[in-house]
């Protein structure tokens, strides 16, 4: 069995024009999302406090809105989690609270008991504080991360192969993570540390995809003798296709496998990871391909070690 | 070596499905021990209530019982109760049922994190302004007694925000000089130099960075000290008390549900009393309930019954330092150190009390079973004499207390006498609970999501690449396997939701090695090769592109290990752990397995 049979190369290249303004388009709008939305951060980022109860039958968000009112909590949203039983209340952080009380460290048992004493079926599933210090502190190093990441897989992509598909896969992966953060942003799905770890784990997963269309087309700038580097790389991307897709559809089953039956606390994490495989896909074929045609890649380029260390003289950034 | 490497994995995975068996959890504190007569009356007490047990085991700090099943638990631990005393911790726990031979070559389950166990995570910040600040109290007091001491005049001695030092305003060049000498000499870890902003005879005295760092660590390590010591006091199985970073603390209790209590009990703070011993009362007619009403008594304190004055000469707010060591006669004794106003407290008491018996009292905030009007359980205050010394002359600000016992307890004692001088409040900046449903819950679900996921892989690579399917979907079972053997081995690696997630991901990214090589092949047999020069070239060819794939992949989970916290490294462990395992049960095994099943035979057609 096979997905596709082809017998002929598929022209990727010939439209590289459009696809580009086509991620063009789907970064200009992640950030003015960004810019104008902006992102929902989870508690993790923001820090305050949330708490999940459950009752034995469907919560009365009203009354547990009442409850909330009465404890001082005007600004505390109260919603269904996962099933109508299940109620997540989430407060900001209080500013004001001298951080020794004890009161800023008790709200989630306070609140826990009020609404034990409204209905006594109200069980604790968990409860959750984040100082705004070590909120703030957990997005720097989100982003720390983030730019770590890149850097070294920069690094790594320019030294085993050359610097144009370097930059290439790293605008691949800067291209996935803009656009999934984007997502994110004109949804207004919940960005917490397990989607943070989702958006490295897409870049880890759209590199691979990268790596190896880049070396299969590398592979085949050593081998062709003719045909000019469009039509190299098409040939390539044509004979990797078939992986692509398989590799995708099985990452993908067992994604869809976490958000159905993975629990309401790995949905963000799954979302984010499925949307960016196929963004990560697409991004393998389109862009880290067609940003290293664009810088104009050549066999030149490709030779072997011993041949590069003749020519070391030479400016790299010469065609 | 396949073979090798697949049956160590299997093994050491093995102990992940013997599960857990409930059990109750002995513990001694403050130095008590457990031995065979404790487990005996445990014992006793277990058969009386016809509790039935599997297996008691006594280690060095604790006594195990395993019993049948959780209610049999409950109800040892209602038998064991609270009949041990003050000196002793009942915990529930859950012992994994490893068996012995398994345990011996050291194969232990998965440890599950919070999220899967259930459990109170706290992070704790020590309030560092605090420290500092207590310091510059402190040196703005040491400065003015002992410039006093040497008869050296100042003007003013204060503490200089702006400049972070203390600044001691004095009368002429001379005094500076003579301060300057006196200071340097006295003091390790200053720096003490002339102010030259301004015109008068000021001296400005600044912490070098190596004493500030000094204080940082000992704030932390002592508060790191005193959580632990509660941490015994909750009765909680395999906590972990960590510090985290220059300034932070984290706490893990796993089972407590209730937050509020842990919290009050961590929170609470110990303090100690210097005072004297009644002398004149008859400690006999107070133990037959006549106790003076000057007086207090102590019947079963650590040091036996004592009759105490209710006035306290000295609290423990003015100790800074206190270590065990050995006296001239090789004999333990523990050095305490005090500010200088307790200096000068202790000095004045001691004088009049020379011959007298000096006792210190513990002070600490304990959980009770009692509950309040709203359902929160009441802290008694519980105190206990933890030394009696005779004053052997008049004490100042550095003292000796000798003939505490052993070195064990001098330094226990030293400890203890530590934990009533709090350098710096602590508070908790994050805070994690989860309810044991929740925890259950993401066990199943997680369980499920990777069983689903699994079956969906194997189903797809079957249908697609038929026998050679079949050969992956081995490969992956037994990658599988190892990812779980080599997180059971691996010390310090919990598996947490996250993980469970990683776990997943690495079961669909696996197969890519597979389907790198099987695509490999195809193409090769297209290209009119024969089956046997196109398993061999499949292989071959792939190999490089699986090897950069899957390097770059593992830089990014390192650097999310190195970068991340919690939740996140643990979805970086099982990430890294996967990619190494996957490359190596697709490359190397899954061609053991194709070289035996096709290799060195003449086919004509391959089911690819």
Known sequence: MQLLNLQDTIKFMSIRRFTLAFSLLLIIGSLASFATKGINWGLDFTGGSLIEVSFDQSADLQKIRAVMDEQGF??????NFGSSKDVLIRMAPMENADKTTADSKMVGNRIMESLTAMDETATMRRIEFVGPSVGGELREQGGLAMLTALICILIYVAMRFEWRFAVGSVSALMHDV?????LFSVL????????????LAVIGYSLNDTIVVSDRIRENFLKMRQGDAEEIIDTSLTQTLNRTMVTSITTALVLVALLLVGGELIKGFATALLFGVVIGTYSSIYVASSIALGLGISKEDLMPTVVEKEGADQDPMMP | MIVMVLAIGALYSAPNLYGEDPAIQVSGLRGAEVNTLILDSVVAKLDRAQISFKKTELTTDRILIRLNNSDDQLKAKEAIGDSLGEKYVVALNLAPATPAWLDAIGATPLKLGLDLRGGVHFLMEVDMDEALNKSFTQMEQDFKADLRGEKIRYRTIKRDLAKEAIRVELRSEEDIETAQDFLEKRYQGYSVFEDSSTNEFDLLVKMTPEKISEIRSYAVEQNITIIRNRVNELGVAEPLV??????RIVVQLPGVQDTARAKEILGATAT??????????????ALNGRVPPRSKLYKDSKVGPVLLEKKVALTGDHIIDASSSFDEYGMPQVNISLDSKGGSKMS???KDNVG???AVVFIEYKKTDKQDANGKFKLKKVEDVISVATIQGRLGRDFRITGSGSQAEA????????????????????ERTVGPSLGQENIDAGMNAVLLGFGLVLIFMLVYYKKFGLVANVALAANLVMIIGVMSMIPGATLTLPGIAGIVLTVGMAVDANVLIFERIREELKDNRSPQQAIHHGYDSAFSTIADANITTFIAAVILFAVGTGPIKGFAITLAIGIATSMFTAIVGTRAIVNATWGGKRIEKLSI
Do not use: C, W, Y
């Not at chain 1, 005007?74 to 919603?79: E, I, K, L, N, S």
């Not at chain 1, 207004?188 to 397990?194: M, P, Q």
């Not at chain 2, 330094?411 to 994050?430: F, K, M, S, T, Y």
């Open chain 1, 178 to 182: 803009i656009i999934t953060v984007g």
């Open chain 2, 272 to 285: 100690l009393d210097f005072r004297l011993v009644d002398k004149n009362g008859d400690l006999s007619a």
């Open chain 1, 188 to 199: 207004g799905i919940e960005f917490d540390l397990t989607v943070l770890a989702a958006i």
């Open chain 2, 411 to 430: 330094h226990n004692l030293a400890l203890l006498l530590r934990a009533g001088a709090l350098i710096a409040p602590i508070q908790i900046v994050e």
């Open chain 2, 242 to 247: 960590q510090r985290q970073g220059q300034d």
């Open chain 2, 356 to 358: 007298n018996q000096m």
């Open chain 1, 74 to 79: 005007r600004d505390a949203t109260v919603q």
């Open chain 2, 348 to 350: 004045a008491f001691t």
